[in-house]
């Protein structure tokens, strides 16, 4: 990127054709799941995959155009931010679910 197209923050923005392109594949990513259940030709477990494959997808689309998550050097410590905030969720959900699990362990 060029130094005009980074603010103050040290924040990169992207270009009209960058969120564009971003849309362009969000929609299309929308789009898939609803076609995989609609069409109901595959089995479920087909489709399943399909409509979880279609999501990482675009996490990976949304992190990349919109969120401008990339390994420049100025996106460093976004992505650290990022994975930190990835390792917190984890802990929380994992937590909440051993905890609901030895409390239902303990009740029966």
Do not use: C, E
Not at 40 to 53: E, H, M
Not at 65 to 83: G, K, M
């Amino acid at each position: 990127m060029s130094q005009a197209s980074i603010d103050s923050a040290g924040a990169s923005m992207g270009s009209l054709k960058s969120y564009l392109t971003g849309f362009v594949l969000s929609l299309i990513l929308t789009a898939i799941p609803f076609a995989l259940v609609i069409s109901g030709t595959l089995s479920s477990s087909v489709t399943l995959a399909g409509i979880f494959s279609a999501g990482i997808v675009q996490i990976l689309v949304h992190l990349h155009y919109f969120l401008h998550l990339d390994t420049s050097s100025a996106a460093r410590w976004n992505v650290l931010a990022l994975i930190f905030t990835l390792l917190i969720m984890a802990l929380f959900v994992g937590g909440t679910i051993w905890i609901m699990y030895d409390l239902y362990y303990r009740m029966m």
